[in-house]
């Protein structure tokens, strides 16, 4: 793609792309905004450096893709903003964000979000990294025939064991159903056209229709299939970093290797549509 307004330098040739030439505190005009736009269809996820945003900036910013998401058990309703989330580790935290295995952002929603968009304004001195892995070039190296064979076949994405008994949910949130839903393993985006894998390690629990035996057999392939190094990039975290990610086509792990120091920001994110 032509850039006119911002600059993109791919980190991988498959997935990830660091943007520079935009404040995201300051409106977006029309060509900047569908480069921006552009940018993420192309590389799935893209990371701003050094931004210095209020929520509100943020919240803005966000909501130029679409209808913001309210986490079915972890929003934090401050400040007037049910959308926002808060993330916080330090020496107390038992359980970070992220860091439970690769998935893609509450997948087990019916209509599961487009994207997710990460502002961090205290890192650590080291660590804290975070991969992301392309769905598309996951899918595009499975063999014609296990194509062919995942196309027809559906799964069942739970939330249950993700989040209950988590000491950081929510207290609005905490007594609420968790959401569970159907989705095909590969899904068509409604963007680009491509097809992608939609199945992850911390949401997806089984396929439907096979026997359980079966059912692990596939999904343990998919799950270590999708792990490969060759489909991932690795953003290193820096103050007053933002990331933003399409949850449609790729997945993230963040590292917690930073044990006991600190690691805070902000989280809004844009709903979606039910995958096909």
Known sequence: MTYETIRVAPLTPRIGAEIDGVDLSQPLGNQTFKEVHNALMEHQVIFFRDQDMTVEQHKTFAGLFGELHIHPAFGEGAAGHPELLIFHVDENTKHPAGTFGWHSDVSADAEPP???????????????DTLFASMYAAYDELSDTMQRFLSGLTAVHASDHVYDDREERSRQNRDGANPAAEHPIVRTHPVTGRKALFVNERFTTHIKGLESSESKAILDMLFAHIRQPNYHCRFKWRRNSVAFWDNRCAQHFAMFDYYPEVRHGYRFTVKGDRPV
């Open 114 to 128: 487009m994207g997710s968009i990460l502002y961090l304004i205290e890192v650590p001195s080291t660590g804290g």
